[in-house]
């Protein structure tokens, strides 16, 4: 494919939290981007639902994932990932949390690495090390990285919006800086989140919960705030229309190419 994708869901990043991180990257990315502080998450706001419609670009009430604990779709839709390998193109997921690997179909998958969040001080560092890798030696169309420490070890250990959750969301920023530096000219990166949080939680309809940050680098892209808000929905459609696909007939959401 002439143009490849990597999507970057940062797990619990509100939008206060990437601009009061500290992180000097957050300006260069707001220089570099098309982007949205308001995006709007899903009811409920947890993380397996919240990836479901990631992929699938329906609400949870149409693709049944509603807890963490996947099931079967009664009506199958296909996934961005499933669409990408119709059209012979390859995919590679890396991921801190093991339900996650329920986000697409068997086979959808050629490369793929989990890592248990709690067992290292930085799952998502060796996770972004491992993508990096696989970009470098095998160059995949489209990459899903998953990182999770700024849920687990920041919100649900310390509460959104404390110095540790901070520290979590520097370092995912980090982390995507590194994955830009490197392959920013090969591919179009998408940075996302999956949810909010307040307190130590989420899964509410209060605005911490639902409000997220959406990030888009690319020639598709022009740089600056998105005159229209956009939500989770969008995911799957901006990727098939970036990589020069069409969207699956039951996808609910719209491409938010701007360039």
């Given at each position: 494919?002439?143009?490849?994708?990597?999507?970057?869901?940062?797990?619990?990043?509100?939008?206060?939290?990437?601009?009061?991180?500290?992180?000097?990257?957050?300006?260069?990315?707001?220089?570099?981007?098309?982007?949205?502080?308001?995006?709007?998450?899903?009811?409920?706001?947890?993380?397996?639902?919240?990836?479901?419609?990631?992929?699938?670009?329906?609400?949870?009430?149409r693709h049944g994932i509603v807890t963490n604990t996947y099931v079967?779709?009664?009506?199958?839709?296909?996934?961005?990932?499933?669409?990408?390998?119709?059209?012979?193109?390859?995919?590679?997921?890396?991921?801190?949390?093991?339900?996650?690997?329920?986000?697409?179909?068997?086979?959808?998958?050629?490369?793929?690495?989990?890592?248990?969040?709690?067992?290292?001080?930085?799952?998502?560092?060796?996770?972004?090390?491992?993508?990096?890798?696989?970009?470098?030696?095998?160059?995949?169309?489209?990459?899903?990285?998953?990182?999770?420490?700024?849920?687990?070890?920041?919100?649900?250990?310390?509460?959104?919006?404390?110095?540790?959750?901070?520290?979590?969301?520097?370092?995912?920023?980090?982390?995507?800086?590194?994955?830009?530096?490197?392959?920013?000219?090969?591919?179009?990166?998408?940075i996302t989140a999956d949810h909010g949080g307040h307190d130590r939680?989420?899964?509410?309809?209060?605005?911490?919960?639902?409000?997220?940050?959406?990030?888009?680098?690319?020639?598709?892209?022009?740089?600056?705030?998105?005159?229209?808000?956009?939500?989770?929905?969008?995911?799957?459609?901006?990727?098939?229309?970036?990589?020069?696909?069409?969207?699956?007939?039951?996808?609910?959401?719209?491409?938010?190419?701007?360039?």
């Amino acid at each position: 494919m002439d143009k490849k994708v990597v999507l970057i869901s940062i797990d619990g990043m509100r939008p206060d939290g990437m601009q009061q991180c500290g992180n000097p990257y957050v300006k260069t990315l707001e220089a570099a981007c098309a982007y949205c502080y308001t995006a709007r998450s899903m009811v409920p706001s947890v993380t397996l639902p919240c990836h479901m419609t990631m992929a699938h670009s329906v609400e949870p009430s149409r693709h049944g994932i509603v807890t963490n604990t996947y099931v079967p779709q009664v009506h199958t839709i296909k996934g961005v990932f499933e669409r990408v390998a119709d059209a012979d193109g390859t995919c590679a997921i890396f991921y801190g949390w093991e339900p996650m690997r329920d986000i697409a179909r068997p086979g959808s998958m050629k490369f793929a690495t989990f890592i248990q969040s709690y067992t290292h001080e930085s799952v998502d560092t060796l996770l972004t090390d491992a993508a990096l890798r696989t970009m470098e030696e095998e160059k995949p169309d489209l990459v899903f990285l998953y990182l999770v420490d700024t849920d687990e070890k920041g919100g649900h250990d310390n509460g959104w919006m404390s110095e540790e959750y901070l520290r979590r969301v520097s370092t995912a920023l980090d982390n995507v800086k590194r994955v830009i530096d490197r392959f920013g000219e090969e591919y179009t990166v998408i940075i996302t989140a999956d949810h909010g949080g307040h307190d130590r939680a989420h899964g509410s309809e209060c605005p911490e919960d639902m409000t997220i940050p959406m990030f888009f680098r690319g020639k598709d892209f022009k740089a600056g705030p998105l005159a229209e808000s956009c939500s989770l929905l969008d995911i799957a459609p901006t990727i098939t229309a970036v990589m020069g696909l069409s969207p699956v007939k039951e996808w609910e959401g719209h491409a938010v190419c701007n360039g």
